[in-house]
Nanobody, 121 residues
Framework: VQLKESGGGLAQPGGSLKLACAASGFTFSDYAMNWVRQAPGKGQEWVSGILRDGSTSYSDAVKGRFTIARDNAKSTLYLQMNNLGPQDTALYYC????????????????WGQGTQVTVSS
């Protein structure tokens, strides 16, 4: 299993970024996928997840600002991040769930190396 994130960088407050995660080594369409972030000096925080059937979930911290999506034909996971704030500064990880159901929003078996998002003026 390989998960490769891209799209991170520096954004101004109120700005947008779109993260992508290229997956390989497993049947992407069969699994729930997640984004998890870790801010400096803090623990890991689940951000969003998408199930095999395309249904999505978000943490309260990002609901209404972030949108998760998947392209099964390209084995790619996305995270569109709008109205970014300094509190969104973190290392963002693409994370594979252990299965296809809602439990896979909490149970993981593979992580990417992360992409850094920094929000600052």
């Amino acid at each position: 299993v390989q998960l490769k994130e891209s799209g991170g960088g520096l954004a101004q407050p109120g700005g947008s970024l779109k993260l992508a995660c290229a997956a390989s080594g497993f049947t992407f369409s069969d699994y729930a996928m997640n984004w998890v972030r870790q801010a400096p000096g803090k623990g890991q925080e689940w951000v969003s997840g998408i199930l095999r059937d395309g249904s999505t979930s978000y943490s309260d911290a990002v609901k209404g600002r972030f949108t998760i999506a998947r392209d099964n034909a390209k084995s790619t996971l996305y995270l569109q991040m709008n109205n970014l704030g300094p509190q969104d500064t973190a290392l963002y990880y693409c994370v594979k769930g252990t299965g296809w159901g809602r439990y896979s929003l909490r149970e993981y078996d593979a992580w990417g190396q992360g992409t850094q998002v920094t929000v600052s003026s």
